[in-house]
C-alpha cells in the first residue's frame, strides 16, 4: 500500500515538472515570482481572516508538537498565497532568506513544484521530498501538506509542514492530513454556526415585526415565548408576563383547548383579555403544536387589534365612503352655503342631523362630512333604521354574545357601532327607531360605551354619528313618538337639504350627469332631452326629488322614450323618440312601476311597501335589485 501510494506521489511529481518546464521556470530560482506586499497583501489577509481565524490554534498546536525538530508549520489560501508560517527563529530565519514569508505565491507557475503548489492543483495530499522539488533551493526540504475544504466542498486553502530531509517520515503526512481534517471540520461548523445565528437572528426580527401579539404556552399554561407587540398590545413589562399563566391573559382557555383536542380549528375569534390598564376586546386565533407522537403540546396564540381587524373587513365589504363635496352638482346659493357650512362642522365630534325630504341626497352630504373629516381613512358605516326588524335592530347596531338569543352566533358578533369605531356611522331613518332603542342609543353618545346584547361588559367606541330623516323630528317628539332628549343630542348641528323644486337651476346640471353616467353604465347611447320637454322638467315639482330625476334619465335611456307626461310618467302612454307607433310595456316594467310607485307612496319605507304588495322584505330587496330600483 505504501508503494503504491509513492508511485502515485512520483508520478504526479512528474506531471508538475512537466509543467515547471512549460512554465519556462529556471531550476536556479530561488524567490517565488510572486510576493505580494501592502495593499495587495491586506486585501489577502481580509478575505482570508476567517480561515486564518480557525487554522491559527491548530497551527499552534502542531508546531508545538514538532518545534524541536525544526519543522514550519504553513498556511495558504486556494492559490496558493502564504498566510501564516510558525516555527522556531532558526528555521524561521532560513524560509526567510528564501521569501517563504505571508504574501508570497507557492503556486507551481511561480515557484515550481512543490507540496504547497502541487496540493493546489490536485487537491489530495501530497509529500515531496528533496529532489521532489522543481528549484534546487528547496532540495534540503521534506514536505508534507493536505488540503483544507469548505462546507460545500470547495478548496479553502492548504496546510504544510515543512523540515529538513534528515526527519523525513511518512507518518508526517498522516499527522498533517489529520489536523487539515479538523481544520476542515471545524471551518464547516463555523459556517453553519454563522448560518444558523443568522437564520435565529432573521426569525426572531421577523417574530418581533409581525403586528400582532403571538404567545406560546404549553398545556400547563406556561408562557414559553412572546413578541414585542404583544407587550405592547396588553401594556406588560417584560418581566412582568413570565409571572403569569396564559388563561390570566384571556377569558377562555379551556373553550380553545377543548376545540383544539377536538381537532376543530380556533381562528378568528373575538376574546376579551385582561390587560393592565383595563379590558380589551381583541380578535384570537390558537394553533397547536405537536410533537412527534402527532399529540399537542404546545399551543400558539394569535392576538389582533379586534379595530383594525374591522376596519379592514370594512374596506373589504365596502364600508366606505365614496362621496364627496366636488362630486355634489349645484350652483344653487342655498345649496352651496350648506356645503360650506358642513365643511366647517366636518372636524367637529357633536352629532350632526340631515333633514330633508326623501331623495334630496342626505347620504351623499354624510359621506361627504365623513371624507372631509380627519376620520377620512376610517370606515363609514350607514345603515337604515327603518329597514331593520325591530327584534333586530339593537343587535344589528350593538352586537350580541353568544347565547343572547336563539340562533346567536357562537362567540357573538359585533355590531355595527364597534365597526365604526373611530369612524362615522350613518343612521338614516332615525325617525323609524323604536322608541326603547333610542334609550339605548342616547346612553351610547353620551357615554361612549355600549353592551352587546346579553352582556354588562361595556365596550368604549369612538364614532361620530350623523344621523339623517326625511321626518319632522320635532313633531315626532311633541307626538311622543321620539324621546325629545335624543332629539336634542341628535340636533346639535342641523343640517336642512332644500328639495329638488327649489333648485330648479340645477335640473339641467344632474339631467346630464345622470344621462353621461346612466348611458356609459348601461352600454346605451345618451337621449338628447328637447327644450320643450327640459322646460316642462324645470317646472315639474319633483315629489321624489333628485333620486326621482335619476329613476326618469334611466328609463328614458332604456326605453329611448320620453314619458307624454312627467308627472305620469309610469302610465303606459309614451312619447316615442324616434318613431309614432304606441308602445306596450311588459309585464316586468309593469311590475318595477308598480315598486316604484309604492316605494314613493310610503317614503321609502320598505316594510310598509313589502306590507303593501304582500310580499316579504327580502324578496323586494331582491325585485329592486333586479330592476336597479335605488331606495
Not at 359621506?367 to 335592530?393: V, Y
Not at 357573538?412 to 357601532?417: D, I, L, N
Amino acid at each position: 500500500m505504501k508503494n503504491d501510494l509513492n508511485k502515485n506521489f512520483k508520478e504526479k511529481i512528474l506531471l508538475s515538472h512537466q509543467r515547471c518546464k512549460d512554465f519556462q521556470l529556471d531550476s536556479d530560482m530561488i524567490f517565488s515570482r510572486v510576493i505580494l506586499t501592502g495593499n495587495a497583501l491586506e486585501s489577502l489577509m481580509f478575505r482570508n481572516k476567517e480561515l486564518i481565524r480557525i487554522a491559527d490554534p491548530f497551527m499552534i498546536q502542531l508546531n508545538d508538537f514538532v518545534q524541536d525538530s525544526d519543522f514550519l508549520t504553513i498556511l495558504t489560501d486556494h492559490e496558493g498565497y502564504i498566510l501564516r508560517v510558525y516555527g522556531n527563529d532558526k528555521v524561521l530565519r532560513e524560509v526567510s532568506e528564501l521569501k517563504m514569508i505571508p504574501g508570497a505565491s507557492m503556486n507551481e507557475k511561480d515557484i515550481g513544484t512543490n507540496a504547497m503548489g502541487t496540493v493546489v492543483f490536485e487537491k489530495v495530499p501530497m509529500q515531496l521530498v528533496a529532489e521532489d522539488h522543481f528549484i534546487r533551493a528547496y532540495h534540503r526540504w521534506t514536505c508534507s501538506c493536505a488540503p483544507i475544504f469548505g462546507a460545500e466542498g470547495e478548496l479553502l486553502g492548504t496546510l504544510d509542514l515543512t523540515g529538513n530531509t534528515d526527519f523525513v517520515h511518512s507518518h508526517t503526512l498522516g499527522m498533517v492530513v489529520a489536523a487539515a481534517n479538523a481544520l476542515s471540520n471545524t471551518y464547516r461548523l463555523n459556517i453553519y454556526q454563522n448560518q444558523l445565528i443568522k437564520a435565529k437572528n432573521n426569525i426572531e426580527n421577523i417574530f418581533h415585526s409581525i403586528p400582532a401579539g403571538i404567545v406560546t404556552s404549553d398545556l400547563s399554561g406556561n408562557i414559553l415565548l412572546h413578541n414585542k407587540h404583544l407587550l405592547e398590545l396588553f401594556a406588560f413589562e417584560k418581566k412582568t408576563i413570565h409571572d403569569k399563566k396564559i388563561w390570566d391573559l384571556f377569558d377562555g382557555w379551556n373553550q380553545v383547548l377543548s376545540q383544539l383536542n377536538e381537532n376543530q380549528a380556533f381562528l378568528d375569534e373575538d376574546v376579551y383579555v385582561n390587560a393592565d390598564k383595563n379590558i380589551l376586546q381583541l380578535n384570537l386565533s390558537a394553533y397547536p403544536v405537536f410533537n412527534q407522537l402527532k399529540q399537542i403540546e404546545e399551543i400558539t396564540f394569535v392576538f389582533k387589534d379586534v379595530k383594525k381587524v374591522r376596519k379592514l373587513a370594512s374596506k373589504i365589504m365596502g364600508s366606505k365612503a365614496i362621496y364627496t363635496f366636488e362630486k355634489i352638482i349645484t350652483q344653487n346659493d342655498k345649496m352651496l352655503e350648506t356645503i360650506e357650512m358642513t365643511k366647517k362642522i366636518a372636524d367637529s365630534k357633536s352629532t350632526v342631523l340631515i333633514t330633508g325630504e326623501s331623495g334630496t341626497g342626505k347620504e351623499i352630504i354624510a359621506q361627504s362630512i365623513h371624507n372631509f373629516s380627519k376620520r377620512a381613512g376610517e370606515s363609514f358605516i350607514a345603515i337604515n333604521c327603518g329597514a331593520i326588524p325591530k327584534t333586530l335592530i339593537e343587535s344589528e347596531l350593538f352586537g350580541y354574545v353568544e347565547g343572547a338569543f336563539t340562533g346567536a352566533k357562537r362567540n357573538g358578533s359585533p355590531g355595527k357601532f364597534e365597526i365604526a369605531d373611530g369612524g362615522t356611522i350613518f343612521l338614516d331613518e332615525i325617525g323609524e327607531m323604536p322608541v326603547d332603542m333610542q334609550a339605548n342609543l342616547l346612553r351610547v353618545i353620551e357615554e361612549g360605551y355600549l353592551c352587546r346584547v346579553g352582556s354588562s361588559i361595556q365596550i368604549p367606541v369612538n364614532v361620530r354619528i350623523i344621523a339623517a330623516s326625511n321626518r319632522m323630528l320635532q313633531d315626532e317628539v311633541d307626538q311622543g313618538n321620539f324621546r325629545k332628549d335624543l332629539f336634542y343630542r341628535l340636533n346639535v348641528l342641523p343640517v336642512n337639504l332644500p328639495p329638488l323644486r327649489d333648485r330648479k337651476e340645477d335640473i339641467p346640471l344632474l339631467t346630464e350627469y345622470f344621462m353621461m353616467n346612466i348611458s356609459k353604465r348601461l352600454n346605451k347611447r345618451k337621449i338628447k332631452i328637447p327644450e320643450y320637454y327640459m322646460k316642462e322638467m324645470i317646472e315639474y315639482s319633483w315629489p321624489g326629488n333628485i333620486r326621482e330625476l335619476e329613476n326618469l334619465i334611466e328609463m328614458i335611456i332604456n326605453t329611448e322614450k320620453l314619458p307624454q307626461s312627467i308627472s305620469n310618467k309610469y302610465c303606459s302612454k309614451m312619447d316615442q323618440i324616434n318613431e309614432d307607433e304606441a308602445h306596450i310595456p311588459s309585464l316586468n316594467e309593469i311590475e318595477r312601476k308598480h315598486i316604484l310607485h309604492t316605494l314613493k307612496k310610503t317614503n321609502q319605507n320598505i316594510m310598509k311597501s313589502a306590507k303593501i304588495l304582500g310580499v316579504s322584505r327580502n324578496t323586494l330587496y331582491r325585485k329592486m335589485q333586479e330592476y336597479d330600483i335605488k331606495c
